[in-house]
């Protein structure tokens, strides 16, 4: 089975930094043709200057994706671009603490609409799309893959974290009711649940805590931080038509550390 991507279309989202850039510059590097989506322009310039615009297999598309208006632009251009659409990975994220007793604190409705709301109606948008492509192609032939980013989060609580586990969460669900939705219109939807990768925001709070690469090496049975090209590098495989028969599914990527019981003694 072959893992090829080439010849593709995907919409990348939260395509200036981290996890998301990294994966769009492995899909350009394996033949696709990639929109990169994201509210940064200055950073996604700074990846495709204006003068390169029109060059190569990559566009560059700013945008604040909790915006509908924003997202039909964005699906237009990209079929303006590359004429179809093939892949969507939701990769837009944010991390913010949550104050789990604060009222006021909107820090969850921010967290819902960037890492669950946003993704979910580009979704449903790019999924229409898809099934009118699949009307000119051959019988039980593959629309397309849907590919949410997710967190281990999503099972593994911290206070602080409410809003982004919350969201998680919620990311997961999604994906494995989507999946169940568009299963009969032959388009694929699984998410990546990664932990600690080395993402802006890792590299922001590592700079601002002290010990806290320790902390995090000495709760993972691998003893590392992940890279962002070893989230692409599954990116490709829930794209390529070689995991062609997985859908529905949390792909975990985190060194075996929701493996451990937080619990620092042992079970009974």
């Not at 560059?60 to 039909?72: G, N, Y």
């Not at 251009?77 to 837009?92: E, H, K, M, P, Y």
């Not at 913010?96 to 409705?109: C, E, F, G, K, Y």
């Not at 859908?247 to 620092?264: A, H, N």
Request: net charge negative; aromatic share 2%.
């Amino acid at each position: 089975m072959s893992y090829s991507i080439a010849g593709k279309t995907a919409i990348v989202t939260g395509a200036a930094n981290g996890v998301g850039l990294a994966i769009a510059r492995h899909f350009i590097a394996q033949g696709a043709n990639v929109m990169m989506a994201d509210r940064d322009e200055d950073s996604l310039r700074a990846e495709l200057p204006e003068d390169k615009e029109e060059e190569g297999n990559s566009r560059i598309f700013a945008c604040d994706l909790r915006e509908k208006l924003s997202q039909s632009n964005l699906i237009n251009a990209t079929l303006d671009a590359f004429d179809r659409i093939d892949i969507l990975v939701n990769g837009s994220r944010q991390v913010l603490t949550t104050d789990a007793l604060n009222v006021d604190d909107d820090s969850i409705d921010v967290m819902l609409q960037q890492n669950l709301l946003s993704s979910l109606r580009l979704s449903q948008q790019v999924a229409k799309r898809m099934i009118d492509q699949a009307a000119d192609g051959e019988p039980g032939e593959m629309a397309g893959s849907i590919i949410n980013l997710s967190s281990i989060a999503s099972t593994r609580s911290r206070p602080g974290l409410m809003g982004f586990s919350i969201a998680n969460a919620a990311m997961d669900q999604m994906t494995r009711t989507m999946a169940l939705a568009l299963a009969p219109d032959h388009i694929r939807v699984n998410a990546i649940a990664f932990g600690s990768v080395m993402s802006a925001s890792l590299k922001t709070a590592l700079k601002e805590t002290s010990g806290l690469r320790e902390d995090i090496t000495s709760h993972t049975p691998l003893a590392r931080i992940g890279s962002p090209a070893e989230i692409a590098d599954a990116a490709q495989y829930l794209a390529s038509d070689g995991s062609g028969f997985m859908t529905g599914q949390i792909l975990t990527i985190d060194g075996g550390r929701s493996l451990l019981d937080p619990v620092e003694t042992a079970a009974h």
